[in-house]
Protein backbone atom coordinates (compact mmCIF):
# COMPACT_ATOMS: atom_id res chain seq x y z
CA UNK A 1 0.00 0.00 0.00
CA UNK A 2 0.66 3.83 -1.12
CA UNK A 3 3.11 5.30 2.23
CA UNK A 4 2.47 8.86 2.48
CA UNK A 5 5.25 11.17 4.22
CA UNK A 6 5.78 15.09 4.55
CA UNK A 7 7.93 17.50 5.15
CA UNK A 8 9.09 21.34 4.59
CA UNK A 9 6.73 22.81 7.71
CA UNK A 10 8.67 25.25 9.84
CA UNK A 11 8.13 28.71 11.14
CA UNK A 12 8.32 31.40 9.16
CA UNK A 13 6.53 35.19 9.64
CA UNK A 14 3.85 36.69 8.47
CA UNK A 15 4.21 37.51 4.81
CA UNK A 16 6.46 34.48 4.09
CA UNK A 17 6.61 31.15 1.95
CA UNK A 18 6.97 27.42 2.49
CA UNK A 19 7.31 24.70 0.19
CA UNK A 20 5.43 21.33 1.31
CA UNK A 21 6.20 18.09 -0.01
CA UNK A 22 4.66 14.73 -0.01
CA UNK A 23 6.80 11.88 -1.11
CA UNK A 24 4.58 8.87 -1.96
CA UNK A 25 6.08 5.25 -2.32
CA UNK A 26 3.55 4.21 -4.57
CA UNK A 27 4.89 5.16 -7.92
CA UNK A 28 1.85 3.88 -9.52
CA UNK A 29 -0.49 6.69 -8.34
CA UNK A 30 -3.52 7.80 -10.57
CA UNK A 31 -5.78 9.49 -7.78
CA UNK A 32 -6.93 12.82 -7.19
CA UNK A 33 -4.02 14.27 -4.29
CA UNK A 34 -5.05 16.58 -1.79
CA UNK A 35 -3.45 19.12 1.00
CA UNK A 36 -5.75 19.47 4.07
CA UNK A 37 -4.66 21.32 7.37
CA UNK A 38 -6.14 20.59 11.17
CA UNK A 39 -5.70 22.87 14.29
CA UNK A 40 -6.37 20.93 17.16
CA UNK A 41 -9.94 21.21 18.50
CA UNK A 42 -10.98 21.96 14.78
CA UNK A 43 -11.92 19.32 11.74
CA UNK A 44 -9.75 18.89 9.16
CA UNK A 45 -10.26 21.65 6.52
CA UNK A 46 -9.46 21.55 2.75
CA UNK A 47 -6.48 23.76 1.29
CA UNK A 48 -5.99 22.02 -2.34
CA UNK A 49 -6.28 19.31 -4.38
CA UNK A 50 -5.36 17.98 -8.03
CA UNK A 51 -6.76 16.03 -10.78
CA UNK A 52 -5.31 12.82 -12.28
CA UNK A 53 -3.78 14.26 -14.75
CA UNK A 54 -2.29 17.25 -13.34
CA UNK A 55 -4.07 19.39 -15.62
CA UNK A 56 -6.94 20.69 -13.32
CA UNK A 57 -6.40 22.17 -9.53
CA UNK A 58 -8.84 22.82 -6.60
CA UNK A 59 -8.45 25.48 -4.06
CA UNK A 60 -10.14 26.83 -1.08
CA UNK A 61 -11.18 30.37 -0.95
CA UNK A 62 -8.58 31.37 1.75
CA UNK A 63 -5.82 29.84 -0.48
CA UNK A 64 -6.88 30.97 -4.13
CA UNK A 65 -3.98 33.33 -5.26
CA UNK A 66 -1.49 32.33 -2.22
CA UNK A 67 -0.89 28.42 -2.98
CA UNK A 68 -0.08 26.24 -5.40
CA UNK A 69 -0.43 22.88 -5.88
CA UNK A 70 1.94 20.44 -8.09
CA UNK A 71 2.89 17.21 -8.51
CA UNK A 72 6.17 15.21 -10.18
CA UNK A 73 5.08 12.05 -10.99
CA UNK A 74 8.65 11.05 -12.38
CA UNK A 75 9.33 12.00 -8.41
CA UNK A 76 6.41 10.63 -6.80
CA UNK A 77 6.03 13.75 -5.24
CA UNK A 78 3.23 16.86 -4.41
CA UNK A 79 4.01 20.04 -3.50
CA UNK A 80 2.11 22.76 -2.37
CA UNK A 81 3.94 26.45 -2.20
CA UNK A 82 2.85 28.40 -0.18
CA UNK A 83 3.33 32.10 -0.63
CA UNK A 84 2.15 34.93 2.06
CA UNK A 85 1.28 33.17 4.96
CA UNK A 86 -0.44 34.49 7.72
CA UNK A 87 -0.67 33.58 11.14
CA UNK A 88 -4.23 31.90 10.57
CA UNK A 89 -2.30 29.55 8.19
CA UNK A 90 -0.58 27.97 11.33
CA UNK A 91 -1.83 24.42 11.48
CA UNK A 92 -1.02 21.14 10.92
CA UNK A 93 -0.74 20.01 7.02
CA UNK A 94 -1.43 16.45 5.32
CA UNK A 95 -1.40 15.48 2.00
CA UNK A 96 -4.08 12.49 1.17
CA UNK A 97 -4.85 10.52 -2.08
CA UNK A 98 -8.31 9.17 -2.84
CA UNK A 99 -8.84 5.72 -4.09
CA UNK A 100 -7.29 4.43 -7.11
CA UNK A 101 -8.58 5.89 -10.41
CA UNK A 102 -10.78 8.18 -8.33
CA UNK A 103 -10.58 11.11 -9.77
CA UNK A 104 -10.88 15.23 -8.31
CA UNK A 105 -14.52 16.13 -8.52
CA UNK A 106 -17.52 18.83 -6.76
CA UNK A 107 -16.16 16.44 -3.59
CA UNK A 108 -12.50 17.46 -3.79
CA UNK A 109 -12.57 19.09 0.18
CA UNK A 110 -14.36 16.60 1.70
CA UNK A 111 -11.68 14.64 3.68
CA UNK A 112 -13.62 11.87 4.12
CA UNK A 113 -13.59 10.70 0.57
CA UNK A 114 -9.89 10.29 0.54
CA UNK A 115 -8.41 6.55 1.64
CA UNK A 116 -4.84 7.42 2.53
CA UNK A 117 -2.97 10.26 4.36
CA UNK A 118 0.58 11.30 5.92
CA UNK A 119 1.23 11.76 9.42
CA UNK A 120 1.29 15.64 8.62
CA UNK A 121 3.82 18.43 8.62
CA UNK A 122 3.62 21.42 11.46
CA UNK A 123 3.55 25.07 9.72
CA UNK A 124 3.40 27.76 12.21
CA UNK A 125 3.07 31.52 10.90
CA UNK A 126 4.29 34.43 13.60
CA UNK A 127 2.97 38.06 13.26
Known amino acids: QAQLVESGGGSVQAGGSLRLSCVIS???????MGWFRQVPGKEREEDAA????????YYSDSTQGRFTISKDNAQNTLYLQMNSLKPEDTAMYFC?????????????????????WGQGTQVTVSS
Open 26 to 32: DHIVRTC
Open 96 to 116: ATKDMYQDCGYNWAFASTYRK
Open 50 to 57: ISISGKTT
